[in-house]
């Protein structure tokens, strides 16, 4: 029995430690992404956009939203970091025709709000890591630090405001919230104790709100978010990798996505 222990604690501890980005991630979501863009063309020509109600496009976006496939789990370090950035800025362009459709595309829009909380959380060990092993950080960090806040209170704000709309089924509240408990902190953490306090606050009247299910996870994002030592900075710190937020690398400048579902009564 002890053998059998210390056999299976051995097994979990390696799990653990090497937990990383899957290491054909990348050429995984290379390809994926072709194909999305080659069915986004067919659909368009259509009028139309790929939906989870037709069973070929299904199949393409349930890969695509696969976190555990495309972006594993952590520890991340800064041998993860090109494949997340990658993986972000893909990500980003296929978020942006659904955040912006009405409410028949809610189903798309959540399950892509919600990989992108993902991606972005995980990015931020990896890229802490980078940083810890330059000698030129605050160069690298110089300007755009006030920015990529900004698009982290925005990502979060949107949040918030698709969790209140009314028209917001509970299955893609649920959805959502479970990827601000277990990466939504990461993001709040990058940004100053006032302003983060400001950002929980939407979050509160929201509890009730929510399905049962759902409402645990949300306070433990909450509880999370507000501890007061940031366990990364990299979002203070983001450069013209963090397209997904909406970084132009010409401009230095951002403009990110407000995630808020359009059409949305809430």
């Known amino acids: 029995m002890k053998r059998l222990l ?3 604690f051995a097994v979990l501890f390696s799990t653990w430690a090497h ?13 994926l992404y072709a194909k999305f863009d080659e069915l986004l063309r067919q659909r368009q020509a259509e009028g139309k956009l790929p939906t989870l109600k037709r069973p070929k496009d299904r199949d393409l976006l349930r890969k695509l939203w696969d976190h ?6 952590p520890p991340y370090d800064a041998s993860d970091q090109d494949t997340l950035f990658f993986i972000m800025a893909k990500s980003g362009t296929l978020a942006k025709p659904y955040v912006q459709g009405g409410p ?11 990989f992108l909380i993902r991606v ?5 060990p990896a ?4 940083l810890a092993h330059q000698s030129n950080v605050a160069e690298l960090l110089r300007g755009s630090g006030a920015k990529a806040r900004g698009g982290v209170e925005k990502m979060l704000r949107g949040a918030a405001i698709s969790l209140s709309d009314r028209a917001l089924e509970d299955k893609n509240k649920i959805l959502l919230v479970e990827a601000l408990r277990t990466s939504g902190p990461y993001l709040a953490q990058s940004v100053s104790l006032d302003r983060r306090q400001a950002m929980i606050d939407l979050f509160v009247p929201l509890v009730g709100q929510l399905p049962v299910p759902a409402q645990e996870s949300l306070k433990t994002f909450m ?4 501890q007061p030592t940031a366990i990364y900075s990299v979002l203070t710190a983001s450069s013209a990798r963090f ?8 401009s230095r400048s951002f403009s990110a996505p407000a995630f808020r579902l359009s059409g949305s009564n809430s």
């Open 6 to 8: 210390c056999s299976v």
């Open 19 to 31: 937990a990383h980005v899957p290491p054909t991630a990348l050429a995984d979501a290379t390809d």
């Open 68 to 73: 555990e496939a495309l972006i594993g789990a």
């Open 104 to 114: 028949s595309l809610h189903d798309e829009a959540t399950h892509s709000m919600a």
């Open 120 to 124: 972005v959380g995980a990015s931020q």
């Open 127 to 130: 890229f802490a890591d980078y």
């Open 223 to 226: 509880e999370e978010s507000r």
């Open 243 to 250: 397209a997904v937020v909406g970084f132009d690398p010409a």
